[in-house]
């Protein structure tokens, strides 16, 4: 068993490299991985290979969901094997479902340009898809973190150049594409910084008057998961013209019909919450700062019972953290943190797989929580075990939301399926 795996990942990643396994124009032999016969899941087995209907493994990374007419569909990162794989060489690849359990391959909604003044070229970094249907355009929004290439080689398309380009998240924007089916084909409309020239609705006095002396902060960096030679009000201050970096993100629609993008802001320092205007291509100009300096990234938002509750980590680039879990009454904030929210023992080493700990969020970081249609108050924690030497091949950790209290939280399960949440009644 072990070595068809082995056979089928080496067939998987020298067909990845050569581009191949994008979906359509696939120079895969026709049916080549389809002879191995397809798994029926009925459980979940979270951090295993996860089999789509043509037996390769999903390809979808920082991924978002969403349900629509009766179907969930997930949206990621279309990753290649090795590290170049994570950067954006295919585009964000679409599957979709009836059950969460089985997935068919839907194809790459969103295709990477070849076009070298484009801003969404070959090689840029394309980061944790999310898409919105907004009823009123009648339009499906796909949202994502968008990192621009740098350096002289930015618009070539040789593949040695991309490889030797350093990834480069300065740039920190959100993009935008829209598209009349969910599928796909998704057009890309811009991308943009946040908020430039704008205070948050809850700027704080102080905050104002920092940007009204209008300081020198060249010497201010961000490094991810601190300021440099200041605070996050400092970077607040830098980046007040040109607009407010936007990192990790996550979409969210309330039910009122609004709509929100929440972001690791301000170097990661500060989680803002923007709400989209009518179309969801741009911002209303409402925002808040939330958790200032809290350093939060991959936020993942749910709502029950009148309260929004966010799952996030800290920032430790593609390593593991232990996670965290807020809450607030209103999606604009007050948000409050509550801790973390893995229990229990986690995964425990075997031949397979290194310990998993609650330390670690299990080793997985947060990307998306799924709401269960048709059973009430049935959450799935979604998250990201990367791989960044070989980024294709992470895997996907899918826990069920539990509670203690008003708490969300996590256990590891080696396997566990949606009867769970009849269970729990
Ligand atoms: C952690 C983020 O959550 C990921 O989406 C990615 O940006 C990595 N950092 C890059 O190091």
């Not at 979709?96 to 359990?101: F, G």
């Not at 070959?122 to 949202?143: A, S």
């Amino acid at each position: 068993m072990a070595k068809r795996l082995l056979l089928l990942m080496g067939a998987l990643i020298t067909c990845a490299v050569l581009g191949a396994c994008a979906g359509q124009n696939s120079s895969c032999p026709e049916g080549g991985f389809n002879s191995i016969s397809v798994k029926k899941y009925s459980n979940f087995t979270p951090g295993k290979l996860w089999l789509d209907n043509n037996g390769r493994h999903i390809n979808a990374h920082g991924a978002g969901f969403l349900h629509d007419n009766g179907r969930y569909y997930m949206f990621g990162e279309h990753k290649l094997g090795g590290a170049l794989g994570n950067k954006a060489l295919v585009g964000v690849h679409c599957y979709s479902s009836d059950d969460l359990y089985n997935w068919k391959d839907e194809g790459i909604a969103f295709k990477m340009s070849r076009d070298p003044e484009s801003k969404v070229i070959i090689g840029t970094v394309l980061e944790r898809p999310k898409v919105l249907y907004n009823p009123k355009t009648k339009k499906y929004v796909m949202f994502f973190h968008l990192e621009f290439r740098q350096g002289p080689t930015k618009k070539s398309l040789n593949i040695d150049d991309i490889r030797k380009e350093k990834n480069d998240y300065s740039a920190a924007n959100i993009g935008f594409a829209v598209a009349d089916k969910i599928t796909g084909p998704y057009k890309f409309v811009g991308s943009t910084r946040l908020h430039a020239n704008k205070f948050p609705v809850n700027a704080s006095e102080s905050l104002k008057k920092l940007v009204a002396q209008n300081k020198n902060f060249d010497n201010i960096s961000e490094l991810g998961n601190s300021v440099k030679n200041g605070t996050v009000d400092d970077l607040f201050a830098k980046h007040f013209k040109i607009g407010q970096t936007c990192r990790d993100f996550t979409a969210f629609l309330d039910d009122d019909g609004k709509a929100y993008i929440i972001s690791a802001s301000e170097g990661n320092g500060t989680l803002y919450v923007s709400e989209l205007n009518d179309d969801f291509l741009g911002f209303t100009g409402k925002y808040t700062r939330n958790l200032i300096g809290g350093f939060h990234e991959a936020p993942a938002i749910f709502k029950t019972k009148g309260k929004y509750y966010m799952f996030s980590s800290h920032c430790t680039g593609w390593n593991p953290n232990p996670g965290r879990v807020s809450v607030s009454d209103n999606i604009m904030g007050e948000w409050r943190e509550l801790g973390n929210p893995c229990r229990g023992e986690g995964q425990v080493e075997s031949s397979t797989y290194r310990a998993a700990k609650a330390d670690t969020t299990f080793r997985s970081q947060s990307t998306y929580v799924i709401p269960v249609q048709g059973k009430a108050d049935a959450f799935i924690y979604f998250g990201d075990r990367w791989h960044p030497y070989d980024a294709m091949d992470g895997r996907y950790i899918m826990l069920p939301v539990e509670w203690e209290g008003d708490m969300p939280v996590i256990r590891w399960r080696n396997s566990w399926n949606l009867s769970f949440f009849d269970s729990k009644k």
